[in-house]
């Protein structure tokens, strides 16, 4: 039975390598596969940009959809052979192949965010990948903002109580509130629940979702829905209300906030979300990089690896796909203005001594939607409709475990690792 296993496993590597490129010209060229960068101005800018300036080597840069990218590394991992180098996608797509790559602790990462090197360890004590490259949710003000500041406060180390006073000092100030959030339709609000105050109260996501700490921190949040613009309930993208000056403190999407600072980057700057009981949460769309166990050439994978993180790949791979570094890294002039406001916010938030990151769901497969629901339901119940935070919560774990339990899908930071479904306590 073991026989056959294998050799099926071989046998769809060779369909998959003759049907997903030409093979390398020779034992130096280096197959990178990766879901990332797939369209085609940005898999030309890492194979001109990016991976041109590898000098020992060359690399075949070839963008997969997660189907196919999940399928030849399966076959390659089952067959113990294979062709494939280096491997870069999301954290979630690597989670489910921890053991098939080999430990990269000899890279030196020193130089990376320490919450984002601590994710690539997929929850064992070696560094089963490295981070590639980021991007997340951050916040945004009015210059004009800054002098309402709660006094003592530092704009780039704020708390959430130092947040609530400054909109109360602003809407003070001016006779109206002045921060907003994505509670559009189509706005990103339930990221903000999931990564941000979820992670910054609780240090949990899923597990503690209903806990006293979970009450605590929907109390602080319906605080600052009280100094929110009421308008935020219609606000989809927080670049249009900023730049329309209804609102000067946002949190969003990066690409949400780009415009405001490209179209007036001298009236805008961008921070980290604010911290609070249990860490500076936030959420992070992180990509890795991996080199498999069955790579042909390990020393040569690792050399790509090593280059793959310098400051000036960092940079080139960020022109190349717009994903930020996940290094320290002096950004140049010529970079649009919303690319150097969010990459030194970035580079804080996420190299904060109290990060804590939330990532995105993993494992749900297509119940992500119902998940993502139900932190809508519940801010909308409790923020919105004024309900009972304990019903509320009660209601919304019911759910939560129906779905997790249904996908059986182990819990993601910052709950910590699961045998099994993600306990709803």
Partial sequence: MRRHTTTTSALALIAFAATSGPAPANAQELLFWSTQARPVEEAQGMREQVLSGFEDASVDYQPQDAGPFITRLRAETEANQGTIAVVGALHGELTAFADAFMDLSAVDVSAASPALVELGRLGTD????????????????????????????????????????????????????????????????????????????????????????????????????????????????????????????????????????????????????????????????????????????????????RYMMQPETQIATLRATNFFPVVDVELPEDMPPSVRAAGAAIALQSGAPDANPGLLPVGLGDLGGQFNQVYVDTFERIVLAGQPIEQVLEDGAEELRRIVNEAGAPCWAPDAPSEGPCPVE
């Fill in 126 to 305: 070696e560094q089963r990948y490295v981070p590639w490259m980021q991007a997340t949710y951050l916040m945004a003000a009015n210059k004009a903002a800054l002098e309402h500041l709660p006094e003592g406060a530092d704009v780039n180390a704020l708390g959430w109580d130092e947040l609530i006073a400054w909109g109360r000092a602003m809407e003070e100030a001016t006779g109206s509130p002045k921060i907003g959030l994505p509670a559009g339709p189509q706005g990103l609000r339930h990221r903000i629940v999931q990564g941000y105050f979820y992670p910054s109260f609780t240090d949990s996501m899923v597990t503690r979702f209903r806990s006293d700490d979970a009450v605590a921190m929907w109390e602080t949040v319906k605080e600052l829905w009280e100094v929110t613009s009421p308008r935020s309930t219609s606000y989809n993208f927080m670049q249009e209300p900023l730049l329309a000056d209804e609102v000067w403190v946002a949190i969003d999407h990066t690409a949400r906030l780009a415009e405001a600072f490209n179209q007036r980057p001298d009236d805008f700057i961008a921070f980290p979300a604010p911290a609070g009981p249990t860490g500076r949460g936030f959420m992070p769309v992180v990509a890795g990089i991996a080199v498999p166990s069955t790579a042909p050439d390990q020393e040569a994978s690792l050399a790509l690896v």
